[in-house]
């Protein structure tokens, strides 16, 4: 596949990279291999001076990263700013704790003094997506480098100059350039840097495909991996809800990027007291938003990141009505191979039709009955996916207790479900494995060591 910039909303290529042949990145490996022996040896002081400067640099330049994330892969200007804002916060919250989540950890043993200590392991490769195309890379950065781990990008070769943006920033704020690249190159050199010695774990975000395949391969390699693939999250909404607010909230969440979220919510669970209400709001809040040039301020949504990926949730959809779901808001594409994708709500979402199974990874919105709280935590569970999930309710208490039974990385009761420094960010079941983000995220790629130092040995005095 090309490395190259290409404008969805104008189906035109923007610029053309050629990607690094094996002994380019081999060469960007060992420079890397060896900035691993010295910037740990650095103190949290320094690595949190260079991630504040990132972060300044992430405020003043977000109207150039919003610019390119708008041209690369679709996403409205405006919601590009607030991407790269929230990337300063990430660089920031690192800065703030790295250092009080990687102190030793006293343990009480038998031992005079027993600790835990965390430690950097060196390279780590992270394999990231278009969707998010700063802040998926940041939200693993930042606290590597923290960590004082360096770190190696192979980015989504449609988001060439993001990926060269983001590494610009970390350069231009003091880091030394071998502790953080960007690799221009295609998946085929994947595996090839994962059976390399130098290269210590894998953090990936993509599809479950792609997950596999780096997983095998790591495993068979023995390295450390995180996995945060797909979600087809659930959005609970019970009789006792603010129907309204949640219907406001729904179509906001699904529409997160032009609905191509991992943690967007799709499928919308309804009790059938108030599915009718809850589909006719929801109807209104899609139909009021304004698709358009991601240039133009205006734009609440844009293209999806490419044509063919448009025309693939076409085909999903068109199968699953085939199948029996009913269109209840038309949309979609206006002719094959365009990128623009309308909103579509699709309800009587049975077992058996694609749309029950498969993630749909755009804005469509799956609307399914259920009988009451139980049925809704029935459904939520019967999909292979398990990553963010809402439950929308007027009794806070049930809320929390749903909430504990749902089988997801993330609950959020009577809100938006949402990536944030503070929290741990990940999945169960085949939306993967290891958390992201809080003091969580830290402690994935360092080496957890057990130190255990027996107890002062007093000489017994001689007798004469």
């Given at each position: 596949?090309?490395?190259?910039?290409?404008?969805?909303?104008?189906?035109?290529?923007?610029?053309?990279?050629?990607?690094?042949?094996?002994?380019?990145?081999?060469?960007?490996?060992?420079?890397?291999?060896?900035?691993?022996?010295?910037?740990?040896?650095?103190?949290?002081?320094?690595?949190?001076?260079?991630?504040?400067?990132?972060?300044?640099?992430?405020?003043?330049?977000?109207?150039?990263?919003?610019?390119?994330?708008?041209?690369?892969?679709?996403?409205?200007?405006?919601?590009?700013?607030?991407?790269?804002?929230?990337?300063?916060?990430?660089?920031?919250?690192?800065?703030?704790?790295?250092?009080?989540?990687?102190?030793?950890?006293?343990?009480?043993?038998?031992?005079?003094?027993?600790?835990?200590?965390?430690?950097?392991?060196?390279?780590?490769?992270?394999?990231?997506?278009?969707?998010?195309?700063?802040?998926?890379?940041?939200?693993?950065?930042?606290?590597?480098?923290?960590?004082?781990?360096?770190?190696?990008?192979?980015?989504?070769?449609?988001?060439?100059?993001?990926?060269?943006?983001?590494?610009?920033?970390?350069?231009?704020?003091?880091?030394?350039?071998?502790?953080?690249?960007?690799?221009?190159?295609?998946?085929?050199?994947?595996?090839?840097l994962i059976a390399d010695d130098r290269v210590m774990a894998v953090t990936l975000t993509g599809s479950e495909g792609a997950g596999a395949a780096v997983a095998a391969t790591a495993g068979q390699h023995i390295k450390k991996t995180v996995l945060e693939l797909g979600g087809s999250d659930p959005f609970i909404v019970l009789a006792d809800a603010d129907v309204a607010l949640a219907a406001k909230t729904a179509a906001q969440s699904r529409m997160i990027n032009s609905g191509q979220s991992c943690i967007a919510a799709k499928r919308f669970i309804v009790e059938k007291k108030v599915i009718k209400e809850f589909i006719s709001h929801l109807k209104t809040h899609l139909l009021a938003l304004r698709p358009g040039d991601p240039l133009d301020e205006a734009t609440q949504y844009g293209p999806m990141a490419r044509p063919d990926l448009a025309d693939e949730l076409s085909e999903q959809v068109n199968d699953s009505v085939a199948q029996g779901a009913k269109v209840e808001l038309y949309g979609g594409q206006a002719k094959p191979g365009t990128a623009l994708f309308r909103p579509m709500i699709l309800s009587n979402i049975k077992p058996g039709q694609?749309?029950?199974?498969?993630?749909?990874?755009?804005?469509?919105?799956?609307?399914?009955?259920?009988?009451?709280?139980?049925?809704?935590?029935?459904?939520?569970?019967?999909?292979?996916?398990?990553?963010?999930?809402?439950?929308?309710?007027?009794?806070?208490?049930?809320?929390?207790?749903?909430?504990?039974?749902?089988?997801?990385?993330?609950?959020?009761v009577n809100g938006l479900v949402k990536s944030m420094s503070e929290m741990p960010f990940g999945g169960v079941k085949k939306s993967g494995y290891g958390r992201e983000l809080s003091y969580l995220g830290i402690r994935e790629f360092v080496n957890q060591k057990s130190i255990w130092i027996g107890k002062e040995v007093v000489p017994v005095a001689k007798t004469e």
């Open positions: 596949m090309p490395i190259e910039s290409y404008n969805p909303y104008t189906n035109r290529v923007l610029r053309r990279f050629t990607a690094f042949s094996w002994a380019k990145t081999e060469r960007i490996l060992g420079q890397a291999h060896r900035a691993a022996a010295t910037w740990p040896a650095t103190t949290f002081a320094h690595r949190a001076g260079v991630l504040r400067r990132a972060a300044a640099l992430l405020r003043e330049r977000q109207d150039e990263l919003a610019r390119l994330m708008a041209l690369e892969m679709g996403k409205p200007i405006a919601d590009g700013r607030a991407e790269a804002l929230k990337c300063a916060t990430c660089c920031d919250y690192y800065a703030e704790h790295a250092e009080e989540f990687l102190s030793d950890e006293l343990i009480k043993t038998d031992a005079g003094r027993s600790f835990i200590s965390y430690q950097p392991i060196g390279v780590v490769l992270a394999v990231m997506p278009w969707n998010f195309p700063f802040w998926q890379v940041v939200r693993f950065a930042a606290p590597a480098l923290m960590a004082g781990n360096v770190g190696l990008l192979k980015h989504a070769s449609n988001v060439p100059q993001c990926a060269l943006a983001l590494e610009k920033i970390f350069h231009d704020a003091g880091l030394p350039p071998a502790c953080f690249r960007t690799l221009l190159i295609g998946s085929d050199l994947v595996e090839k694609r749309a029950y199974a498969e993630e749909l990874f755009g804005p469509v919105a799956l609307v399914l009955e259920a009988k009451n709280a139980d049925d809704a935590v029935r459904l939520a569970n019967d999909s292979r996916f398990g990553l963010g999930a809402a439950v929308w309710t007027g009794d806070p208490k049930k809320g929390e207790a749903m909430a504990r039974q749902i089988e997801s990385g993330a609950v959020f």
